[in-house]
């Protein structure tokens, strides 16, 4: 059963937006620890086998293909966007980005503009059980028990989102060592208006935290293109960004399109959205 613990009562204090965590803060109470008799080894095979059921998720990925010989898609501080037209899937994928991260203990913030808290938790939730289901994977309570430490849902009103308000937010996280952030989403930040000078703020926030950060960009039909195959959302800009990944609808399938890298990254084979569940997968 999950546990989701509310930060209601603490909006005050931490911020004017809805904060939720999944990070329980209440210390456990832990028994005496028997020592192992003089010269027994003690091997915990569960635990074993449960790391190497969290590995042969990651390897089995198919976002692994993007990267560099397995490596994470976006450098320590750098940006990642996702560009489709509205209910293609651009959440979804950062989803699963997410999902994938925290596999690797890596710490996620999820920042939402659009939807509340259970909305995105939901999400979380049911890409999470997709995954579970299409691997047959077996404990998947505590499987999904053990990542959730390592997710934290922040909501803020579009119109009131700005930086020095976002970094006091992670200050106040960081500082209470409730959550430190090594990969931030931004779900529902508006390209269509200059954020220019907003995007260039959270690069330097960005490197000063070491924290990536991935953007979902809304493009439009028949829209112009800016420079190559860039929306002109992000013609002004595209140098602030490591990598754009552009989900393109063909028939009934969604195809996964590298815009922009800076390594050896490409779709190598090539990557499609099951329509069915929104999981990346290979064609």
């Known amino acids: 059963m999950k546990k989701i613990i509310s930060y209601a009562k603490a909006e005050d204090d931490i911020a004017q937006s809805k904060i939720h965590s999944d990070k329980c803060l209440c210390p456990k109470t832990v028994g005496p620890v028997k020592k192992p008799l003089s010269g027994q080894k003690v091997i915990h095979i569960k635990e074993r086998n449960f790391r190497m059921l969290k590995k042969d998720l990651i390897l089995k990925n198919p976002l692994m293909s993007i990267g560099d010989n ?19 899937g651009k959440t979804s994928l950062l989803v699963q980005l997410a999902l994938y991260n925290q596999l690797k203990g890596k710490n996620v913030l999820h920042i939402s503009l659009n939807d509340p808290v ?17 691997y047959g994977v077996k404990h998947v309570n505590r499987l999904w028990e053990s990542i959730l430490p390592h997710r934290f ?13 976002f970094e006091e937010r992670i200050n106040d996280l960081s500082e209470q060592d409730i959550f430190l952030p090594q990969l931030v989403i931004i779900d529902g930040l508006s390209f269509d208006k200059p954020i220019q000078s907003m995007i260039s703020e959270l690069k330097t926030l960005a490197s000063n935290k070491e924290m990536a950060i991935w953007f979902t960009v809304q493009t ?29 609808p063909v028939d009934k399938e969604v195809h996964l ?27």
């Open 118 to 134: 259970a909305k995105v938790s939901v999400w979380y939730d049911e890409v999470f059980r997709n995954i579970a289901d299409q």
């Open 70 to 88: 397995g490596e994470d898609i976006l450098p320590k501080s750098g940006f990642g966007a996702v560009l489709a037209r509205a209910g293609v």
């Open 153 to 165: 849902i922040m909501t803020f009103k579009a119109s009131g989102f700005n930086i020095p308000q």
């Open 220 to 248: 439009h039909r028949h829209e112009s293109t800016g420079t190559g195959d860039l929306p002109i959302q992000l013609k002004d800009m595209s140098d602030l960004f490591n990598v754009i990944i552009q989900l393109q």
């Open 257 to 283: 399109k590298v815009l922009k890298s800076t390594g050896k990254l490409k779709c190598d084979p090539e990557l499609i959205l099951d329509p069915s569940t929104m999981l990346v997968k290979n064609k």
